[in-house]
Each structure stands twice: as structure tokens, then as C-alpha cells.
């Protein structure tokens, strides 16, 4: 249940103390008014759902199925690479999909995924990154539910935390330092159990611990791209339309990595690129060391049952024939997959689902397309644009498919101040407790959950949830300022019904 907004209260007081003057005239007024009641009601806008599954399952919906050995219009990869970099899609996909287990071989060979934990969130990149395919946000079915208790030959003594349902989104707990914790993340699992006895770690009292906050995995598609746009064009954004930005409280910032450059990778635009990123992830949520990380987050003896770091360079395979995909570490070739995924691109109508198409594929096929043109034009006259930046053009790029390509991500990559409703209290680099970065919205209608910590599966409460006002379900509190999407809300508050059942049929559309 929504909270209403003040507009439709007025108009939904109005109509009661209408009712009951037309009730003291008589009955059939009483009648006319009720018939008017169950009209403006049944204008409200509402969640289309997500593309794929709710609606237009047979469009063409930009991310195909990525299967090993595909190549194509129906691959998950980007089109335009080298005949080389498309050789190396199935091993990539293969590489994404592995499964990691606690033990590593002795002989160095270490190519088909080993050293889970000692704490980990699952065993790999795929479980959590995998809808509408490969690369992509949390599933429909929670995937941890099928690796908290073994790794396929080692088992664990774990419980499911009370906060993962399994039909819910892969939730990744934080507890920041103002209730007590360290702002990291906080592992879910442990390899504890019947296989590793000398490893007595034991597995957090989540139940126990007040003031968790959660994140959710973000989709990958398009990284290898994000990667490099330059730093001037992300910062001459910012820069921009400093006017209207001032007049609707719209100030954002960067986050700025070691070297001066603008990180703009994560929640909180945490991660310059993505080779650091997979890096980090592989040792945050599998538990496995590699060269970039290599020594373990939990250092409990009994627990370090593999050599350190527990991905390397793979050198036996040096000057053989299957050099050098095979010499390359796990983190670098799951980078190599990353890289190469394609960008998002809007659905496209199909005839043979329902759809009239040619054209957009939109919930509302019967305008062929007209309510996602309008919505767009909506989106940007009450300036979700000036954070969901349209797009970016990449400089030339080393893989050429990647080069002077114009990326329509919708986002400027900045961080910006959401208020205390959606505050997690994490900092990371210059991101505040209440600051994040503003997520591309490119592929936003084939997810199925919203917001940082998958609050809410509803598109219309996601855009609610920017604003003070209307925001709900939130865990973070402190003495924060006014969410920057405030006076853009309103502005969504402003626009008709129909208007606003526009805009949510074009952000199902992308």
C-alpha cells in the first residue's frame, strides 16, 4: 500500500464530502457520484511489470540469451568485436559461470574456481547476476539458497539468514559504524563444517544485530563501456545547467579515486573500473584471495586451507596451447566477460506477442508506442534528466567496438545526497552516509528489484522513493539533509494520471 500523495488526497477529500452532499439530495445522486469515484480511481498509474515476464515476453529486449558458443543477434556479447575477442566468448561465459569450491589443486593449475571463504555471500558471479541473463541483477528465485550449505562436496553447518526469502533479492548485509560495526561488508556464510574441522569461525548472529543495511547486486551490462568514458565529460555534465540545477536543489558530486580520476562504478561509485571491481568482489563475496587482494579478509588458523592468493597468474600454462586465456587469474578473465557484454537497449515491439510493431515495445501497445514517446518527453520535462543524464560518448577505444559509441545509460555517474529515508550510513570514498550514485536506468525495465536494498519491486514506489515525502521502508536514520529528487518528485506528483502511467511505460521500456 502506497502512501498518497497530498494532491490525490485533496481530490480524494473533495470527492467524500461531494458524496455525502449528494447523499442528503438523494440516491441517484449518491450513485453518480460513487460511478465517479470508481473512474478516477481507475486512472491511478501502475507498475506495467517487469519486460519479459509481465508483458511483451516476445519483444526484442536487448540482452539475449548468452549461451557458450553462441554468436550473434542472440548472444548477451556485444556486437562489432574482433574474430579473436569473439573467440573468446564461450570461455568467458564459462569463466562467469563457475562455481567455486573451498579446495585449490596443488600443482598451481588453479582454472576451474577454488578457494571459497573463509566467509563468503556465495560460490559465484553468476548466482547473483543473472537477470534477465547473464550479467545482470538479483533473480526472481533467491540463487543463495542453493549454496549456503555446500559448495558441492564440502559441507557447511550454516543457517539462512531471517532477511534472505527465496523468493526475494540477493541481500548483502553492512553494519555502519554509527550502530557499532565497521561500514564493510559483513559476509553471510562460513566454510565451518563437517569438511574443514579445524575451522571454528562462527557464522554472524544476524539476528542479533540492530541497525543492518542491506545492498543488492547491480546489473553489468555496458561496464566495459562506462569504463572509459573520460573524466572531463562526466565533470562537464556536472557543471551544467548550474541554473535549474540550483532552483530544484539538484548539486551532485563526484567521487574521486587515488589518481584524480572520477570513480563511477557501484552503489556509491566506489570502483574506477571494472578489473578492480571483480577483484574486490571475487575476495568480498566468495572469500577468494587473487594478486590484486591477496591475502584473506578472516584470518582465524584452521581456516586458510589453500596457499595464498588462492587465484593467480596461471604460469604452468605458459607457451602452451592453451595460452593465454588459461594464464590469465579467474578475476582477469570474469573482467575479460564483463568487458565484453553489450549495452542495454530498449525492447522493441513484436507482432507475433501481441504487439503491433514495428516500433517501441511498450506496455501499452495499443497506441503503438505512443505512451513510451510521450513518457519520454515526460521524463525529461520534469528533469529526471538532469541525474539520469541520457547519455555519454565513449573516446576511441582499444577494443574499437567500444569507441565513439554513444551510451544511452541514463546516468550522470555522480553522487548525490538522498535524504534520511534512503541513508545506509556507509561511506565510501568521498560518499556521504546519504549519497549514492545515481544508477543507469538503461535495462531498468527487465529488473525486478529497485533501489539500493531491493525494497521495493514496484517501479512507481521506486521513483517515490527519492523524495522525502514519500519515501518508505527505509533502515538508515541521521541528521541529513532533503533528498536532492525532491523538487523532481513534486514534479511527477504534478503530472496527470495518464502522464505519469506514460513515464512508467517508457522506464519499462528501456
Known sequence: MFEQPRRRQRQSEKRVSTTIRFAILGGAALLTAALSAMLWAQTQPTDPGVRGIAWCVGCVNGVGTCSSGLHGLNNCFQTGLTYNEKESESAAVSQFTTAAVVGCQTSGSNVAGCGLGPRFNSNSCSSCHQQPVLGGSSPQSNPLFQVYKSDGSDQFNNKMPSFEAT?????????PTSDGGTGLVQQLFTIAGTSFPDCTIQQPNFSAETGLVYRQPLPLYGDGYVDFIENSDILNNLNSNLTLKTSLGVIGMANIGDDGSVTRMGWKAQWRATLPAVGSEEQVEEGITNEQFPTEIDQTSGCDVNAMPEDPTNYVYQGSSMTPWLFLADAERDAIFVRFLSTPVPSTASTQNGGVGPGPGCPNQSDNGQSCVNGAADFSSIHCDLC???????????????????????SDLLLHHMGNCLADNITQGLAQGDMFRTPPLWNIGQRIWFMHDGRTSNILQAILDHSDQFCTGGSGSGPYENSEADAVINNFENLTPSSQQDLLNFLRSL
Open 388 to 410: 539520469h543524464t541520457i547519455s555519454y560518448t565513449t573516446p576511441p577505444g582499444s577494443i574499437p567496438s567500444q569507441g565513439h559509441t554513444q551510451l544511452n545509460l541514463y
Open 167 to 175: 523468493d526475494g533479492p540477493v541481500l548483502i548485509p553492512r553494519l
